[in-house]
């Protein structure tokens, strides 16, 4: 009985086959890894714009801040000042209304994210 006529595989068949599927299980852990990575970075941007939002309702928009702080893993800066106006609005008188720019920056591990927005404020409500 010759070599040709048995039924099976060669050694050099199985390295083969053995090399080509470890190269694809570690491509999918690889691919599978990143992934995990990449939803952690997700969800924790996520958390930062919402932490910014949040921040953003809460300001008193009556005056000119600067407040900073810290929430778990976040570091945060919220920054109130009043907008210029044109000086054809400035002239209605004491009672027109002042336009305040808010925003909020949130930092953490090297990424940060902003939240930025305008509002408009009755003159009386300023100090």
Do not use: C
């Amino acid at each position: 009985m010759s070599a040709r006529d048995q039924n099976g595989f060669t050694l050099l068949e199985v390295l083969v086959a053995m090399v080509i599927l470890s190269v694809a299980v570690v491509t999918f852990i690889q691919l599978a890894s990143q992934g995990l990575r990449l939803l952690r970075v997700s969800g924790e941007h996520q958390e930062a714009v919402m932490l910014a939002d949040r921040l953003a309702r809460a300001a008193d928009p009556s005056r000119e801040t600067v407040e900073t702080g810290r929430e778990g893993a976040f570091q945060w800066e919220r920054r109130t000042t009043l907008v210029p106006v044109p000086p054809d609005l400035a002239s209605i008188g004491s009672d027109a209304p002042r336009l305040l720019s808010l925003s909020v920056a949130v930092k953490w591990g090297g990424r940060s994210v902003e939240v930025a927005t305008l509002r408009l404020v009755r003159a009386t409500a300023l100090p």
